[in-house]
């Protein structure tokens, strides 16, 4: 994880930003005022979805002029594409997605009671309605029907404002393991998860790529193609779906069956292989929390005036003055003249224009939203806290995206934007080099300043090149930049680091588990830069527990490993509490090699409540990667009621783990574990946390001053 420098300002700009605050504050109220004839707002009931923390490690520096009580910090962090893991649900007997996210997989990869690739809480199909049978073949030769599988569904949202909302577009990818041509891939939607009445969409058959080899007659169905990936028996289902006009759960159903044809029963039992899998998701308005920006002339861009969550909404589709009314594809927003962008080119002071390349009929690039959401624990946008950035984009072969940071934004009495470059994402690969919708999802830490903050995103075509990086505005064909600005209030970060550290040591009171340990009284950590790589690159390897038989990292050539851990606690307390439940995040590193598919990399999470004593608890087991280059992962865990040093760890390899796996094998293989302290009380402010007794919770704090206290 990198941080940007710290960058301090002298006495004098000190003087002369107090002396322009009287007038910021005039033109925000007057702004404001503007603002209020703009807004409409849905007021929805919904409950709340936990979000993902990713956390800075460098050291924080303090201003010169801290006597003008202004607080800068020059920090920022990217993590890659987030993938939301459904849960469970025993109402429904299969997972279920969170509300308010634009996407979400089920992130479950197994076949019903299969010894060799078990399915957690299998069969996972809607009220336990369909079975699952698992093939019993076993042997090296290609008629391994064991492995025959629904691995994951994945749902994306389509539409303005990035939810999944009625009568929009979602995306949605089923993958599947297969290896003969006799299996075949059947997807099914349903309208109603409390009463399910399934229409069937079409199908996929193994060792084919193109279009569905069969259709039902569902209505919704805009595009479909098959993509099959001979390296890693991987048969992938592509299509979009326009969703029924009403809010409430739906489901996608998909099941792989070898019997020779499609099968358009939504239960299908009839052959020697089947494996049924559901996802549940709801189908929602914009919660009321969330804002559409505004354009606004003076900073020439879209502009939020809501606190912690908003978006562009309508106002970014398309690009310059194509007129094509391919950038407007069916159900899509449509765009003036099918594909101009109006107010072009929504980037502040007009600073980077889009072009106007055009494949006539063609879906060219273009980012058609962009949306900011507060990771703060208060919900709104704060200074040296973390943001996450969603992006809807079109893709084809060679497309880039650029993504830019700016603070401390003027456009009075003189134009200004502090722009920094933050990262390059290459676009996923395209099936058959299709042009294809993506959501990308980037989560980076704000500057500590107050004042107007942009983000940016810049999508371009560059085929065959490597990443273009440094730029936040690259001067390449097919551009489309757009900026969101939102206005930003400073915060005082926390005295204790969310880092882990190292832990070598026996004086803090437990053994030396020699792996990533949180500090004792946090309820939020990461292991930051410690893991990052994979044997002899990855520092202090193995970074697996020493009080048990530790895990070994395997060598090999492939970019393969696990790059950070983070946990969270969902506790009111601040800390991790016993009984109670806690969000873990999983970055991995996914090949980029041409001669490994992606799509054979699995991930594994195992919990311990005991890291004295491990005994490990399966928790999820998952296809790890959906594209080349680095995945994020997340998911529940509920914490067991024992106080005291709990872990976790996070294992990826080629192909599947055996039901009683604890250490990742064979090549390019990578194990990691974080330690982490149930039950003790918050860390107060101005204190260290020294250490945890082994049996006892009672915690020694060291004062800033040197003077001991104990609380118990």
């Not at 893991?85 to 996407?103: E, F, H, I, L, M």
Request: a neutral charge; glycine letters at 6%; aromatic letters at 10%.
């Amino acid at each position: 994880m990198k941080s940007g420098g710290v960058k301090t300002r002298g006495s004098k700009n000190g003087e002369n930003r107090k002396n322009k605050k009287k007038k910021d504050m005039a033109m925000k109220m007057t702004m404001k005022k503007k603002v209020k004839l703009n807004f409409v707002f849905v007021a929805l009931i919904l409950s709340t979805v936990q979000i993902s923390f990713v956390f800075s490690c460098s050291k924080r520096e303090k201003n010169e002029s801290e006597e003008f009580g202004y607080f800068f910090e020059r920090k920022g962090v990217m993590s890659p594409k987030s993938i939301w893991c459904a849960v469970r649900d025993s109402s429904y007997s299969a997972p279920v997605c969170p509300q308010n996210v634009d996407g979400c997989s089920t992130c479950l990869d197994g076949v019903g009671d299969s010894a060799a690739i078990p399915e957690p809480y299998q069969p996972n199909s809607i009220f336990n309605s369909c079975p699952d049978q698992a093939g019993t073949s076993s042997s090296n030769s290609s008629i391994n029907s064991y492995k025959k599988r629904i691995r994951t569904i994945e749902v994306e949202s389509l539409s303005q404002s990035g939810f999944i909302e009625p009568g929009q577009n979602i995306k949605v990818t089923v993958r599947a393991w297969c290896n003969n041509y006799a299996d075949f891939i059947d997807i099914f939607f349903a309208d109603d998860a409390d009463s399910p009445n399934w229409q069937y969409v079409g199908s996929c058959k193994c060792g084919i790529s193109g279009s569905f080899i069969n259709t039902g007659s569902f209505p919704g169905l805009v595009s479909s193609i098959c993509v099959w990936y001979s390296l890693a028996y991987n048969e992938f289902a592509h299509f979009i779906l326009t969703l029924p006009n009403v809010s409430r759960k739906m489901a996608i159903r998909a099941r792989i069956q070898n019997s020779g044809s499609w099968r358009d029963l939504p239960c299908y039992t009839s052959s020697s292989v089947y494996d049924h899998d559901d996802l549940v998701f709801t189908v929602q308005n914009p919660p009321s929390s969330f804002t559409c920006g505004v354009y606004d002339p003076n900073f020439q861009a879209p502009v939020c005036y809501g606190d912690g969550w908003c978006g562009t909404c309508e106002l970014v589709p398309c690009r310059d003055n194509v007129n094509d009314y391919a950038e407007s594809p069916t159900e899509f927003f449509q765009c003036p003249n099918g594909g101009n962008e109006t107010n072009q080119p929504n980037t502040l002071f007009s600073g980077c224009a889009d072009a106007n390349d055009n494949d006539p009929n063609l879906l060219d690039e273009q980012i058609r939203r962009i949306n900011i959401r507060s990771l703060s624990p208060s919900g709104k946008f704060e200074g040296g806290q973390s943001v996450e950035v969603s992006m809807l984009v079109s893709c084809t072969a060679g497309t880039q995206i650029v993504l830019a940071y700016a603070s401390g934004i003027t456009f009075t009495p003189y134009q200004s934007a502090n722009w920094r470059y933050l990262t390059t994402i290459l676009c996923p690969t395209s099936p058959l080099n299709q042009r294809t919708w993506n959501v990308i999802d980037y989560t980076f830490r704000l500057d500590n300043v107050e004042g107007f903050h942009a983000v940016r995103g810049v999508i371009f075509r560059c085929q065959g090149c490597s990443a273009v990086v440094g730029n936040v505005c690259p001067n390449y064909n097919y551009r489309d930049a757009d900026d969101l600005v939102f206005l930003v209030k400073p915060s005082s970060p926390s005295n204790l680091p969310p880092c882990a550290v190292f832990d070598n040591a026996t004086d803090d009171g437990d053994p030396a588990y020699r792996t990533p340990k949180c500090r004792a009284g946090v309820g939020e950590c990461s292991t930051c830069n410690l893991i990052v790589g994979r044997y002899t690159s990855e520092p202090n390897y193995s970074n697996t527990l020493a009080t048990t038989s530790s895990c070994s990292d395997q060598s090999g050539t492939y970019d393969v490993w696990i790059d950070r851990l983070d946990i969270k606690s969902n506790s009111n307390e601040g800390t991790f509490s016993p009984g109670s439940t806690a969000e873990v995040n999983i970055l991995i590193n996914c090949p980029s090699s041409a001669s490994i598919h992606y799509s054979r990399i699995y991930l594994a999470l195992l919990y311990t409540s005991d890291a004295n004593l491990p005994s490990w608890q399966r928790v999820l087991t998952s296809a790890a990667c959906t594209t080349a280059g680095k995945q994020l992962f997340k998911t529940f865990l509920n914490l067991d009621s024992n106080p005291g040093n709990h872990a976790i760890r996070a294992m990826v390899q080629f192909d599947g783990f055996s039901p009683t796996q604890t250490c990742a094998s064979g090549p390019s293989a990578d194990t990691d574990d974080l330690v982490f302290v149930v039950g003790v009380p918050q860390a107060p402010l101005n204190f260290d946390a020294e250490g945890l007794l082994p049996n006892s919770i009672t915690l020694s704090w060291r004062l800033i001053l040197k003077v001991k206290h104990t609380m118990s």
